[in-house]
């Protein structure tokens, strides 16, 4: 009986034993996945104060382009206006030129006849009015005929003094026309140009708009998915509740865009993009620090590869979801192997040696299987 004893004593401290070590791993699942939440629901607040960042940024834009598309079209109106005036001068230089071609002409026509008459004057001479008495037996023709030549004197000069007048005064109105239809043309040019910068500003306006249409789009698309797996964290957070063993969930990376953690605390400051490929886009970082220095996980996830590889020396590659990845190369020692679960800020080795003998640390990230640049996942930093 006391042996039967024992065995029941030993069977109730081997359960009991059990349920606390379970009870043990619930609550760590418990903490975990409420952190997680947690940071879930930070980063939703934070998208969505990026997302009403852009709703002003963008009701701001429109407010710009509204204006600018007023102005443009005043513009456009100022523009039409100096091609009509424009051309309304031309065709008073065309009319000018007309009547200056048909004074030229009528000069030319009334020459031959004022030429005959003047040579019958010089051939009067001095004594014409004494001729012409002399010429004419009745004395009442001699003083009509000498009316007559004095009065056809008065109307030829009368007449090149009117032309002359004419064709100074169309002269000068040229002089006037040619002048305004410069000035004009300049002011045309200039609002031309002028519709041209606001045709630009309207643009760049445009380019913006959409440009943050697109960047509303993503952030919409990120909110999601961080809701979906907020979701599941809730579900899991009733399940272990209710004492249900559930699996251990994880964030996607794609919502943390610009707010990752560095991989290493204890910079130097110097850092620098590597960049290959005929886009010349970066690809990777090497970030100075001491030799020794803690490398830590950006991001939570599944180690996928923790061994030496060939141009990276010691090289911990962490899976975050479906064709996500960071990449840590040049490793002096590596504290995870694969298959490990690793949490965020989780230290996962420490900074050696680049090839090159400098002490640095060499990061990558690939986000849908595709290198991008770290420096526009992580954290500003000055």
Known sequence: MRASFCRRVAFVTAAF??????LAAQSGDRGRTEALSRRAAERLQALQREADKLTSEERTLLGDLRKLEVDRQIKLEEREQLVEQVAQVGAELDANADRTRELEAQETNSRP??????????????GRYLRLLLSTSDMRQVG?????????????????????RMLRELKTARATLEDRRHQLNV??????????????AVAARNSLIHDIDGRRDLNAQLVAE???????????LRDLSNGVPADAESLP??????????????????????RTGASGAATGLEISAAEGALVSAVHEGI????DTFGGFGNLVIIEHGTQNFSLYA??????????????????IGTVGLAPAGSSELHFELRIDGQSVDPLQWLKKRP
């Open 226 to 236: 961080l809701q979906t797996a907020q979701q599941k964290l809730q579900a899991t």
């Open 113 to 126: 006849e004022l030429r005959a008459r003047l040579i019958d004057m010089y051939k009067l001479g001095q």
């Open 144 to 164: 009509q005929a000498a009316r007559t030549l004095a009065a056809l004197a008065r109307i030829d000069h009368e007449r090149l003094v009117i032309r002359e």
């Open 187 to 200: 002011l045309r040019v200039n609002a031309e140009r002028a519709e041209s910068a606001l045709e630009e």
């Open 17 to 22: 034993a059990a349920a606390s070590l379970n």
């Open 330 to 347: 040049n490793l002096l020692e590596m504290s995870v192997k694969k298959g490990d679960r690793i949490e965020r800020g989780q230290p």
């Open 253 to 274: 990376i794609r919502p943390f865009r610009g707010d990752l953690d560095w991989p290493v605390s204890a910079t130097t400051g110097n850092r620098r993009s590597t």
């Open 303 to 306: 180690v996928a590869f923790a």
